[in-house]
C-alpha cells in the first residue's frame, strides 16, 4: 500500500513508439541493476547498453601484461572499470591497483559500480589527467610499479550522452570536453582558429584527406552564425560534401572525423600521451609491462614510435612485433572495437642497474 506521493515508483520516461530512441529514455539499459534480462539482449545484439562500455580485447590485455597476485598496478584510464575489475581478480591477494580518470562526472559513478559488485578493497582512485603520471606513482606505489594499462579514446558512457556533447546523434552542445570543467569548449576553439590552422589541426589529429577544404567552409559558416552544437557542425558537413560523390556513410565517417580531431584538442590528448609515455620507464619497475590501447593513427605512431626508441636505447627489452587487434569475434560482437590496436613493451632489467 503506498502511503505517500513520494511513495509512489517512478514512471517510466515517456517516449513514442514501442521503443525508446534517445538517451534518457532507454531507461532499461541506464539500470542494468534492476533489468539485466533486457541488457543482456542489448549485448547479444551486438550494442552497447546506454550509459555503459565494453572493455576491449580484455583476453589479449590480460595475456600481454599476466598479471599475478600481488602486482603493483595503474590503470590510467579507470573509465567504467571493465579492465580494473579483470586485472584485479588476477592480482590478488595482496596486489593493488591505481586507477586514474580525468572525468569528474562518470568516475564517481564507477568507484561506485565496482563498491556495489564487491571489487576487493586494494583499489585506490584519483581524479588526475595521466599526463601527471610519475608525481602520483611516487606517491602510491613509491618502489615502482609492475603494470602500467591505457586505454585511450572515448568511453561508450561519454559517447552516448547528448549532454556531454561528444555525439551528433542529437542536439547536443559542441563541447568535447573530457572535463566540462576544465579548458574551453570545441565551439569557443572554433572562434580562434583561422583556416590554415583549422586544416593542419583536421589533418593532425584525424588525418582528414578534404582538411583544407572543410575547415573553409566550417569557418566560413561559423562566419555568418556560431557554430554552438553538434548537430549544427554536422550540418556545415553534410552541405559540404553534398556535392561530391561521398556516400551517406563516407559523410557519417567524416563529421565524426572532424569531431574526433576538435575532441583531441580541446583534450590536449596528443600532449597528454606524449607526457605519459615519457614517464612510463621512470614508474616502471624493471621488468615492468606496459600495454596501451589506441583507435587511431595519431594515437598509434606515437606509441610505436616511443616503444621503438625505448627498445633501441636498452630501456625496454621487448616490445610488440606489430599490432594486435580484436579478434574477429569480438569485432562483431562490438562494433566499438574494431579500429582498436594494442601495443605493449617490458622494461629491461638493465635501464635500472
Do not use: W
Not at 54 to 61: D, K, L, Q, S
Not at 87 to 116: F, H, M, N, S, Y
Not at 118 to 142: K, T
Not at 190 to 209: M, S
Amino acid at each position: 500500500m503506498v502511503d505517500s506521493e513520494s511513495d509512489k515508483p517512478a514512471r517510466r520516461p515517456r517516449y513514442r513508439g514501442s521503443h525508446p530512441r534517445s538517451f534518457g529514455e532507454k531507461y532499461k539499459e541506464l539500470q542494468p541493476e534492476r533489468y539485466a534480462e533486457d541488457v543482456a539482449r542489448v549485448l547479444a545484439s551486438g550494442k552497447t547498453p546506454a550509459g555503459t562500455h565494453r572493455p576491449i580485447m580484455v583476453t589479449e590485455i590480460l595475456s600481454v601484461l599476466t598479471p599475478k597476485p600481488g602486482d603493483a598496478v595503474i590503470d590510467c584510464t579507470l573509465g567504467y572499470g571493465g579492465h580494473a575489475r579483470e586485472i584485479l581478480a588476477a592480482i590478488q591477494p595482496a596486489g593493488r591497483l591505481l586507477g586514474l580518470d580525468v572525468d569528474p562526472i562518470e568516475l564517481p559513478k564507477t568507484q561506485q559500480r565496482l563498491r556495489e559488485i564487491g571489487v576487493p578493497a586494494d583499489l585506490i582512485v584519483r581524479r588526475s589527467n595521466f599526463a601527471g603520471l610519475s608525481r602520483i606513482a611516487a606517491e602510491v606505489f613509491p618502489g615502482g610499479t609492475d603494470i602500467i594499462l591505457a586505454d585511450l579514446g572515448l568511453s561508450s558512457m561519454q559517447m552516448d550522452d547528448p549532454k556531454r556533447g561528444f555525439t551528433f546523434k542529437a542536439d547536443a552542445p559542441l563541447d568535447l570536453r573530457m572535463n566540462p570543467h576544465h579548458g574551453q569548449p570545441a565551439a569557443a576553439l572554433l572562434t580562434k582558429l583561422d583556416e590554415r590552422q583549422l586544416a593542419a589541426l583536421l589533418t593532425e589529429n584525424a588525418d582528414e584527406p578534404r582538411a583544407v577544404r572543410l575547415a573553409r567552409a566550417i569557418l566560413q559558416a561559423q562566419s555568418r552564425e556560431p557554430i554552438r552544437t553538434t548537430r549544427g557542425l554536422a550540418d556545415v558537413i553534410r552541405l559540404t560534401l553534398s556535392t561530391t560523390d561521398c556516400s551517406a556513410d563516407e559523410t557519417t565517417t567524416t563529421i565524426r572525423r572532424i569531431l574526433q580531431a576538435l575532441r583531441i584538442a580541446v583534450n590536449d590528448e596528443f600532449g597528454a600521451l606524449d607526457a605519459l609515455l615519457r614517464q612510463i620507464p621512470a614508474v616502471l619497475k624493471p621488468g615492468g609491462r606496459v600495454a596501451i590501447l589506441t583507435f587511431h593513427s595519431g594515437e598509434d605512431r606515437r606509441v610505436k614510435k616511443a616503444f621503438k626508441t625505448g627498445l633501441g636505447d636498452g630501456t625496454y627489452s621487448l616490445i610488440a612485433d606489430d599490432v594486435i587487434r580484436p579478434s574477429q569475434d569480438e569485432q562483431r560482437s562490438n562494433p566499438r572495437s574494431t579500429s582498436a590496436k594494442l601495443r605493449f613493451a617490458v622494461k629491461s632489467v638493465a635501464a635500472s642497474e
